[in-house]
């Protein structure tokens, strides 16, 4: 079973309520067929030296604006030298963090979340698809899209219309599990085993 972390930074109680439910409601779609992908979702606990830690390192990042690279280096070090092994983080912050701004500096299109490796940021308020799309990242999910000239276009490789991994995609699309496109799915089925 894979284990994705989740911590609202600097965010209200409703927040984290909403990061709550949203990733419950999409560990329970990935238990279901097609993918039958087990995960556990983990909150990190105020009262733990890991989430102490992992706080103090965040709040740091977030105060020196550096580059998003750096904030994955940090957390997947963070979680390496506690647990002993890769686990992966989904922080949820406001726009205006300097975590989204190094985020957006990285990449134009990281407009709403972005990812590298072991850390996922989501600063889009209230965005159950954005939480998805960037959770699914995590877990070995490819972008439907590329990104040419300061243009976004969707890959040919995917053929599903409304696909969770396609550019900033409309939250109608979590109506209807699978929301994934074939070659995600085979993916995320392929990091099950």
Excluded at 4 to 12: F, G, I, P, S, Y
Excluded at 140 to 145: I, L, S
């Amino acid at each position: 079973m894979v284990t994705v972390c989740w911590h609202c930074l600097d965010m209200t109680e409703n927040d984290e309520r909403f990061v709550a439910g949203a990733l419950k409601e999409l560990a329970q779609n990935l238990e279901k067929d097609p993918i039958k992908l087990p995960v556990s979702i983990k909150q990190l606990r105020d009262k733990s030296k890991l989430t102490e830690k992992v706080r103090e390192r965040l709040n740091k990042l977030n105060d020196q604006s550096c580059e998003f690279s750096t904030c994955s280096a940090v957390i997947a070090d963070t979680f390496v030298s506690e647990e002993g092994i890769a686990q992966r983080l989904l922080v949820y912050c406001s726009p205006d963090s300097n975590i989204a701004e190094a985020a957006r500096r990285k990449e134009s299109s990281a407009k709403y979340g972005a990812n590298c490796g072991f850390f996922s940021a989501v600063y889009k308020p209230n965005s159950k698809v954005i939480v998805w799309h960037e959770a699914l990242h995590l877990l070995g999910a490819d972008d439907c899209y590329i990104v040419e000239d300061r243009r976004v276009r969707k890959k040919s490789c995917c053929k599903l219309d409304g696909c969770i991994m396609e550019y900033n995609p409309p939250e109608s699309t979590c109506e209807k599990w699978p929301f994934l496109c074939d070659r995600n799915v085979k993916k995320l089925k392929e990091f099950a085993k």
